[in-house]
């Protein structure tokens, strides 16, 4: 069991923190901070047994704690992470690990030379349809990968007020790329590999901070195969995966991470109908289990720290979904196709 300390407490690190207090044998959180140390900050560390500390500092100078957990805006998870791991903290970092490769491969560099383990939430890896998928596709059973696709939709950005970290163009570029896309970047690289290049198209429609809120990119896999990705953040929540092969696709259906939705939905309620339709023959469909993707991700974390089975997403995976990141980024700004 390690002691970790959750860094921001907003909807989101709240949820964290939920998925596994007082159930989880490998990891519990004994701290906490967050730029506003307010009563609703101060009840919910109560509620769950942690110490509210002042900073971030005063967390990595405790020698009793671990880990820290980091759920803080996406441009200082690096500095974060280097400051974490010279102390000797392992690092669980919410996506995006980094907006830009050299920042990633910073941080990576900092906590190897440190020794320490880090995570990644890229926790829809974790889910058994994925699991599923990713066997399908190893055994040769979709034939030859010709195409990835998902669609990730939320109304979030409709709601953010203009002093949000999130309603910045610099800490969210391209919209819902990082709240949500990068999620689909993750999930293209586990199953299809590397990406080799990018177009992206990003833009304003209706919301009112500035941010955009409808993104659509092309990707072209180093193995050949093809991948789309489309991100709205002012529309209903859903998810769509898709995996297209020879033999046949696959077909995930889901939900986002609503804010303001209860804490279960976020945590087990991501994936919902399935479909595989082979090239002949009828569909196969099911309802994918119920299954904790957040409790799962902290306690894998967890047990690589201390020397277990290492994270399911590699360094080298990490640092290159921050190029990905930045390619994007880039060509959404360009007009133009990037190399990763």
């Known amino acids: 069991m390690i002691n970790a300390a959750i860094v921001g407490l907003g909807w989101w690190g709240k949820t964290l923190v939920e998925s596994v ?66 102390h000797g903290k392992h690092v669980f970092c919410e996506k995006p690990f980094a907006l830009t490769q050299a920042d990633a491969a910073a941080a990576v560099a900092a906590a190897e030379k440190a020794g320490v383990t880090i995570g990644v939430g890229y926790n829809r890896r974790f889910h058994p349809e ?44 391209c919209g819902g790329l990082t709240p949500m896309g990068v999620h689909a970047i993750d999930g293209f690289i586990d199953l299809c590999g590397e990406i080799d290049q990018v177009y992206a198209q990003s833009f304003r429609r209706v919301v009112e901070v500035d941010a955009d809120d409808t993104t659509s990119i092309l990707f072209r896999m180093k193995d050949g195969m093809s991948g789309y990705l489309s991100t709205m953040t002012a529309t209903g929540g859903g998810f769509n995966f898709q995996i297209y092969g020879s033999k046949g696709f696959v077909k995930l259906e889901g939900m986002t991470h609503v804010a303001g939705a209860p804490s279960e939905e976020r945590r087990f309620k991501l994936f919902s109908n399935c479909t595989f339709k082979p090239i002949k023959g009828p569909a196969e469909t099911w309802n994918a289990a119920s299954f904790d993707v957040a409790r799962a991700a902290l306690d894998a974390f967890a047990r690589a720290a201390e020397g277990g089975e290492p994270y399911i997403i590699s360094n080298n995976e990490t640092v290159h979904c921050a190029a990905v990141t930045e390619a994007i980024v880039k060509s959404a700004d360009s007009g133009q196709t990037e190399k990763v």
Request: charged content about 25%.
């Open 21 to 86: 207090s007082g159930v989880s044998d490998d990891i519990r959180f004994v701290a906490g901070t967050t730029r506003s140390l307010s009563d609703d900050a101060k009840a919910f560390a109560k509620e769950h047994n942690m110490e509210l500390r002042a900073s971030f500092e005063d967390i990595i100078a405790d020698p009793n704690i671990d880990a820290v957990v980091l759920v803080t805006p996406n441009s200082i998870h690096s500095a974060q992470t280097i400051a974490a791991a010279e």
């Open 130 to 173: 994925i699991t599923k998928l990713r066997e399908m596709i190893n055994s040769g059973e979709l034939g030859t990968i010709l195409h990835c696709e998902a669609t990730m939709t939320f109304p979030n950005g409709l709601f953010l007020k203009p002093d949000a970290w999130r309603a910045s163009k610099d800490e969210t570029p």
